[in-house]
């Protein structure tokens, strides 16, 4: 069974293929990660699924439903849920309030419920407060919860933003490279966050640098390189796949130092996007492996 299922999918940015003829199955239940070099068309491929680009090719069907071009809006409504590498918080407002902004594609009461004040519309502002300090409280965050979003630590914004999208009760949440600017130790309080989503019922789409993260969370992964898929399957094919390999390491000419650290990841996620970034994570994919028992990749 799939919940998610991209066919053929394209986004052309003038001459620039960004994404090329990629197909996706998504399954319930499980995590799957879109991994690539800088530049692979991961987060263009998010922006396809989430309704925030319209595809130049192909279709998506989420859960039988053909989304294919929808609005954000209504692909939310549909039950998926995407997050951002750099938080997209409301900064002047509380925690709380960024987590109940999340409820308004659940709200069914109008303008004039709200003017009113009508009893649909109260027990809608009832059940979304609820809501909203039940996924504070299973991200943490009940601590936070009156303080300004821009005020709390970079690691709890980022948490915020998983709630913010979990209020939405998506059956998909897209988390676009979560781990990204986070130490080692809130790395994996990401990780264990990111397997306890899965356990409540909500499906997992991830696309992460850091090679440890994805190597021992994710049950299916992608790889992309110049927009094309490149390799498909468990962690362990993909890992020692001769072009995943290639991919990571083709460009590169250096294996200093650097070459096995999950924080060099990190320091390129933040880093513009050019040639010596794409090295860089590659040498992390490969380093990894081989600390993982001798794989090749
Ligand atoms: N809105 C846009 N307009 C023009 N080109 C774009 C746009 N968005 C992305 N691109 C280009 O499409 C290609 C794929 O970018 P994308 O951000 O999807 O890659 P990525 O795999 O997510 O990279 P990274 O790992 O660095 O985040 C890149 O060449 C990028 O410059």
């Not at 530049?39 to 925030?52: C, D, R």
């Not at 998506?60 to 294919?68: E, H, N, Q």
């Not at 409820?103 to 502002?125: F, G, W, Y």
């Not at 997992?204 to 190597?215: A, D, I």
């Amino acid at each position: 069974m799939t919940l998610l299922e991209a066919r053929g999918l394209g986004k052309h940015f003038g001459g620039l293929h960004a994404v090329q003829d990629v197909d996706l199955d998504v399954h319930p239940g499980h995590v799957t990660a879109i991994i690539g070099p800088n530049g692979a068309g991961k987060s263009t491929l998010f922006n396809l699924l989430a309704g925030f680009y319209r595809p130049t090719s192909g279709t998506v069907r989420m859960d039988g439903r053909d989304i294919t071009g929808m609005s954000p809006h209504r692909i939310v409504a549909h039950g998926i849920a995407r997050t951002f590498q750099t938080t997209s918080l409301f900064g002047d407002a509380t925690v709380l309030d960024n987590v109940l902004s999340g409820r308004i594609v659940r709200s069914r009461s109008t303008v004039v419920d709200a003017v009113l004040h009508t009893p649909r519309h109260r027990r809608e502002e009832r059940t979304n407060l609820d809501k909203a300090m039940e996924v504070l409280e299973f991200t943490g965050l009940t601590e936070y919860r009156n303080d300004l979003a821009a005020r709390v630590p970079q690691e709890a914004q980022k948490r915020v933003s998983i709630a913010l999208a979990l209020a939405t009760e998506p059956q998909l949440l897209l988390l676009d490279e979560p781990a990204a600017g986070l130490t080692e130790e809130e790395t994996e309080g990401f990780a264990r966050l990111i397997r306890r989503i899965v356990d409540r019922g909500v499906t997992v789409c991830l696309v992460e640098h850091r090679m440890s993260m994805v190597m021992s969370l994710a049950d299916h992964i992608l790889v992309l390189d110049h927009g094309r898929e490149i390799a498909s399957g468990t962690p362990d094919a993909v890992r020692t796949d001769p072009q995943v390999i290639e991919a990571y390491l083709g460009t590169h000419h250096d294996d200093g130092p650097d070459h096995n650290a999950d924080s060099n990841s990190a320091d390129h996620n933040s880093a513009d996007h050019n040639g010596a970034d794409k090295n860089t994570t590659g040498r992390d994919v490969a380093g990894r492996g081989a600390e993982k028992g001798g794989n090749t990749c």
